[in-house]
């Protein structure tokens, strides 16, 4: 059984950047890993992912250029570094895991796996 436990959220103003970090329990040395995020009144939607080997990241449009995924399988860990956020990126966060291959890795239907979620509140 895998755990994910996200943490780094917060509050922020809009230029500023925070870490997001999740923490997983049990082997997820090869697993694939995503972030999503889900505003309120919204659907939950898709922000980033990456490979088991840490490689093939894929990002949203509306992310893409301000945010990086990135992992350390040594401590089990895939991160989201946001940086130059906007209001519009207000959400709870979550960590999603996978242990198979995903033809559509941006589809939050495909994960097996999710955190509690984490709050980031940007001001403007």
């Known amino acids: 059984q895998v755990q994910l436990v996200e943490s780094g959220g917060g509050l922020v103003q809009a230029g500023g950047s925070l870490r997001l970090s999740c923490a997983a329990s049990?082997?997820?040395?090869?697993?694939?890993m995503g972030w999503f995020r889900q505003a309120p009144g919204k659907e939950r939607e898709f922000v980033a992912t990456?490979?088991?080997?840490?490689?093939?990241?894929f990002y949203a449009e509306s992310v893409k250029g301000r945010f990086t995924i990135f992992r350390v399988n040594a401590k089990n860990t895939v991160y989201l570094q946001m940086n130059s956020l906007k209001p519009e990126d207000t959400a709870v966060y979550y960590c999603?895991?996978?242990?198979?291959?995903?033809?559509?890795?941006?589809?939050?239907?495909?994960?097996?796996?999710w955190g509690q979620g984490t709050q980031v509140t940007v001001s403007s």
């Open positions: 999603a895991a996978q242990p198979m291959a995903l033809p559509r890795p941006e589809f939050a239907e495909g994960y097996d796996y």
């Open positions: 049990g082997r997820t040395f090869m697993y694939r």
């Open positions: 990456i490979s088991g080997s840490g490689g093939s990241p």
